[in-house]
C-alpha cells in the first residue's frame, strides 16, 4: 500500500509549482461565482503574473484552453487539483506536537491538499497518549513502528530546533521519503530524501525589515 | 505608541534576512550547550551555507568576529535576535480565525519572535466573542475600530482566497503597514505596504511534485 504514485508529474520548476496553487485559487473563486471560462490574460490580472508566464505554466497540464474563449473554469480547477497532488492521500507523521506542531494537526486545510497526519510524536508525558483533533499522540520511542505500521511518507518536523537533525536522521533511517522543515534549522538527509522548509520566522524577519524602512 | 523603530535596519537583500534566523537557531543551540565561541567555518558546517557567505551576511550586524576565535556565541545571539526584530513588539491582528488562523494564535512561538496577535477577526456567529488562547474574536465590522485602538501594525490574513483580497484592502484602509499573507490568493496593495506571502500549500505541491520523482 503505498499512497504515492511513481513518477506520475513531470519535474517541474519550483516557480511553476509555486504558482500553480495561486491559479487554482483563483479559477476555484471563479468556479464557485457561477464563471464557466477563463482566459489567461483574466488569470493575470486576478494573480499579477504574466499572461505569457501563465499560459507557460498551464503548458504543463493536458489541458489546453480554447482560442478566444480561454480555459473551461471546471476542468481548469480539477486539473490542477489533480497535477498538484491535492486529490491524493499523503500520509505525514507530525513529530513534535507542541505550540505550532499541534496548531498545524489543527489545520484542516492541510488534508484538503492532499496531506493525512496519522499520528503526532512528542516527549512532554502530558501530551503522550492524548489526542490532538482527534489524532492519536505517541512518545518518540513508538516513532519508527508507527512509521512502518502506517505507511508513512513525509514526515513533518516542528520540535525544538535543537532536536531537528536528531529526528531527521531518524525519520529518515525509518524510511521517510519527505521532510517538512519547520525548524529555522537546516536539515542534512541523502539525496534522495526531499526537503522542504517552510521558515515562518524567517518570513517574519523579512517582514519586519521591511517594515523599518517605511 | 508606535513599536516600530524608524529606519533602524539597513535593507537587506532577502536571501540574507532569511539565512539570518538559520544561524540564529545555531548559535542559540550551542550557547545553550555551553560553547562560547563560534567561528564561520563552523556555523558553515551547521547551516550547510558557505563560510564566506555567513562572514557577507554576518557583516551587516555591528558584532565583529575575532581573528581564530571567531565570534562570542552569547553576544551574536543577542546581536541577531535584536537585529532581525525578534526583540520587539510588532502588534498583529488575525483576520480569518478559523483553522488556520486560530492555529497560529495557538502557536506561542510567533510572540517569541516578536509578533504581538492582540485580537482575531471571523464572520462565523460561533467564534464572534469567544477567545482563542486568551485573544479575543471580533466580528469583521469592529476590524477597523480594533486596529485603530490596538496601533496595530501588521494584518494577517487567513481567510478563505476569495474573501482575502476584500479583506487585504480594509486592512490598508485602516492604516495596517504590513500584510502577512496565508492565502493562495496574490494580493494588491500600495507600493509602501509590505507583503509577505507564507503559501504554506504551494510548499505542499513542491514536496508532492518532488517525491513523485522518487
Redesign the interface.
Known sequence: MND??????P??P?PT??R???Y???V??MR??GIEFVSSTRIAE????DASQIAKDLSFLSIKGKTRIGYEVASLEKELREF???M?S?RAIMVGSG??G???I?????QR???DIVAGIDVDPSLVDSEIAGIHIYHPDDMERVITENTV??GIIAVP??SAQDMADRLVEAGI??L?NF????L?APK?V?I?N?????????????????
Not at 489543527?106 to 492541510?110: A, P, Q, T
Open positions: 504515492i504514485k511513481p513518477a506520475k508529474s519535474l517541474l519550483e509549482l509555486r500553480l496553487p495561486w487554482l485559487a483563483i476555484s473563486t464557485k461565482a486576478e494573480s499579477n503574473v498538484l497532488g491535492f491524493e499523503h505550540s505550532l499541534a496548531a498545524l489543527h489545520d484542516s486545510g492541510l491538499y492532499g496531506l511518507t513525509i530546533a535543537n521519503k519527505a517538512w525548524t529555522p534549522r537546516r542534512r534522495d526531499v522542504t517552510t521558515s515562518i520566522y524567517s518570513h517574519l524577519a523579512v517582514m519586519y525589515n521591511r517594515l523599518h524602512q517605511q
